[in-house]
């Protein structure tokens, strides 16, 4: 056969549509978010400081601690593991 190089066809994954784009509600800026996010990666990596921050922001910022909280739940549902640590 022309063109037939001895393997077997390989299967390709088609991607039909990108992952939608996150929706955030108007009142949330994205610099506040971007700030949040940050102080817990930092956090999370071993800054104290940083934690420090996030922890009293988060004690005195319902919204910010409710959309903490969607997040977290959100990152522990796309962990290969389900979440289980």
């Known amino acids: 056969m022309v063109g037939t190089t001895g393997q077997a066809p390989r299967r390709q994954d088609t991607i039909t549509s990108p992952a939608p784009e996150p929706t955030l509600s108007e009142h949330v ?3 506040w978010l971007d700030r949040l996010v940050d102080l817990q990666v930092l956090a999370t990596h071993g800054d104290t ?3 420090l921050h996030l922890e009293s922001w988060l004690a005195h910022d319902q919204e910010a601690r409710e959309l903490w909280n969607s997040i977290a ?3 522990q549902q796309l962990r290969p593991d389900g979440g289980a640590a």
């Open 29 to 31: 800026d994205r610099q």
């Open 49 to 51: 400081a940083a934690a």
């Open 73 to 75: 739940q959100v990152c």
